[in-house]
């Protein structure tokens, strides 16, 4: 029996809950991300192609069981004595207690977890609804709150582990050589091994019920997997490893990506003359003389620096109507190259000074937007075209300006993402105190062959896709549990529905959500996320990932909801560790992440509890 006269409440609960799987996306999964990108393995274009592939292959294998835990594990169906009207609205006040924390704080690029806000949310809506002893605050053979939070200490650390584990493999096995790029070459498929080894058992050990694969005795698992990662290092080994062996030993610049499929024969092609160096990319974090380019824009920002009474914000200048002052710039890296070429403002200049730089960039970044031909750059000189000028927004000429600009900014916010440069958004604050503190720590990490960290970054993008994987296996199925359990009360109208599976539909339409929220608004998190912690490189990124996704994996088995924003970030930290001291470490930038993760189980808790308490007691005329 439907619950027709509630549908209002169920039309609004899917709105949370669907916003609270995009700021997922916006907020951990970019986080998850940010380390690919921002080691230069992969573009952020890439990231996403390969995070819509491979966030669904996850969640649609593997995403419902951790559903269980966020539908019945917190709050027990049988506290809702059959009450499905009431079920319906505690699990929509959940929803939209932990989407307006995330979307509050993915706006203003702060760092949190999208489960461990759910979870609060959830925790803070049982005690409005049941009372505190309603909750099950302890282990609860693994689904209470005991258990969950308890992943707050423990994921951290279990994935610094084994992240520091792989990351010691590589150092000891490769790093540590007198000439590190042949070992590099030839122990590449024993990565290719352990990334194929872990998805498979992902996907097999407790596998998808869909598939049957739940039943399958520990002979096939194993088998399987192990088989696997056998047959991805066999492929690396037949075909990849030929091919990074002609680009990086003998430096065969001729050599394109095509030629990879001639497998062993690319053994006998023949060494170029001349060749001095391997044609590789620079993997260094901070890139200096990369052009004219660079370099012109670097005088004018020491013009600018040298001269802060000729500087005028967009609106002085009327040529930046479609600039948020608050948004740090995309294009901050010119200005971070003059303070690193020229050290930080003379005494005199303010933090406005530097501000008013970061949106003079902002405005030429979006100058070269403008100059698209697609739908981006229609959108950004539509905006630019119709500026609002003087008074309050019900002005005449601003509600025109408005009508005008409406149609550009579903394209904007859709589209802005596809031409983010991260790079250069991530060393905007090179010259202020946290930029001085970052190089400090960056001079603690050794530095390692290009040629080197060009085979780690083929291995980086099977880890990211596995770390990916693993985010869709796991957090959707957070993301999903509250909404399954709306729809469940609300198209039967019966409470203890809601332990029945969730439908696959809803898996596939909240793990599509997530993509696109990482897709749209991914870059306001990555911005202030990569290389913040340490240093950077694709083969201490792999390991990252990799040690990250084998503790959420780990989570995900035993049905427990975990972070994971709070697993990569363990796994950074446990990397940087490996350099050999705690300097390689930014620890304020740690700090101030498990402040934030602390503070959001009373948020979220306060604002779904809040909620439901108010719409449960509402007085009645």
């Not at 023949?270 to 370099?295: F, I, L, W």
Request: hydrophobic share 45%.
């Amino acid at each position: 029996m439907v619950l027709e006269e509630y549908t209002y409440i169920f039309a609004i609960g899917t709105f949370f809950a669907l916003l609270e799987a995009y700021n997922n996306g916006a907020n951990d999964v970019a986080n998850a991300w940010a380390t690919s990108v921002s080691s230069r393995s992969v573009t952020y274009r890439q990231a996403m192609v390969l995070c819509l592939i491979f966030e669904m292959t996850g969640a649609l294998a593997v995403g419902a069981r951790t559903a269980s835990t966020i539908k019945n594990g917190i709050i027990p169906i049988a506290a809702f004595q059959g009450n499905a009207p009431v079920q319906l609205l505690a699990f929509t006040c959940a929803s939209a207690g932990a989407a307006i924390w995330v979307m509050w704080c993915t706006r203003h690029n702060a760092h949190v977890s999208s489960t461990y806000s759910l979870v609060s949310s959830i925790a803070g809506v049982g005690v409005a609804t049941v009372g505190v002893k309603g909750v099950q605050w302890g282990w609860n053979k693994g689904s209470g709150l005991g258990a969950i939070f308890g992943g707050l200490i423990m994921a951290p650390l279990i994935s610094a582990g084994f992240a520091s584990v792989i990351f010691m493999l590589v150092k000891v096995v490769v790093h540590m050589r007198s000439n590190p790029v042949p070992w590099a070459v030839y122990s590449s498929p024993f990565f290719f091994l352990i990334a194929g080894t872990i998805c498979a058992l992902s996907i097999v050990y407790k596998g998808s019920p869909k598939l049957g694969l739940d039943k399958k005795p520990a002979y096939f698992i194993a088998s399987v997997s192990v088989g696997t990662g056998v047959g991805l290092a066999t492929l690396a080994a037949l075909f990849f490893m030929p091919y990074v062996y002609c680009k990086v030993i003998n430096k065969d610049h001729s050599l394109r990506i095509w030629d990879i499929w001639q497998g062993p024969l690319l053994f006998r092609r023949p060494v170029p003359v001349g060749a001095e160096r391997a044609k590789v990319p620079n993997y260094a974090v901070m890139q200096h003389g990369d052009g004219d380019e660079e370099t012109d824009a670097n005088s004018e920002q020491m013009t600018d620096l040298k001269n802060p009474q000729t500087t005028t914000t967009a609106k002085d200048t009327g040529s930046g109507s479609d600039i948020d002052a608050s948004t740090p710039p995309a294009d901050g890296r010119r200005v971070s190259l003059a303070y690193v070429e020229h050290g930080p403002a003379a005494p005199g200049h303010s933090q406005a000074d530097y501000k008013l730089q970061l949106i003079r960039a902002t405005e030429r970044h979006h100058a070269e937007l403008r100059k698209n031909r697609g739908p981006l750059g229609w959108a950004m000189r539509q905006l630019h075209s119709h500026p609002f000028g003087a008074g309050s927004i019900y002005e005449k000429h601003n509600l025109k300006a408005l009508l005008c600009r409406l149609p550009a900014y579903p394209v904007v916010a859709c589209t802005y993402g596809l031409y983010y440069d991260i790079h250069k958004a991530q060393v905007g604050v090179l010259g202020t105190p946290e930029g001085r503190r970052m190089d400090r720590v960056y001079a603690h990490a050794p530095k390692y062959e290009n040629e080197v960290e060009f085979l780690y970054s083929f291995v980086q993008i099977i880890t990211a896709c596995t770390a990916s994987f693993a985010h869709g296996a796991n957090d959707v199925g957070n993301a999903v549990g509250v909404w399954a359990a709306m729809y469940a009360a609300w198209s039967t109208g019966n409470a203890a529905k809601a332990k029945e599976p969730v439908p696959l539909w809803q898996i596939a339409v909240v793990a599509l959500t997530i993509c696109i929220g990482f897709i749209t608004y991914g870059y306001n998190i990555m911005k202030v996320m990569g290389n913040k912690i340490t240093y950077h490189s694709p083969s201490r990124g792999s390991s990252m990932e990799l040690g990250a996704a084998i503790t959420i994996l780990l989570f995900s088995q035993f049905k427990l909801p975990v972070s994971t924003s709070m697993c990569i970030t363990g796994a950074t930290v446990g990397v940087g560790l490996c350099n050999g001291t705690f300097k390689a470490v930014n620890w304020q930038r740690v700090g101030l992440l498990f402040l934030s993760w602390l503070v959001t189980i009373p948020i979220a808790g306060l604002i779904g509890g809040g909620l439901m308490g108010l719409t449960l007691n509402t007085p009645s005329f």
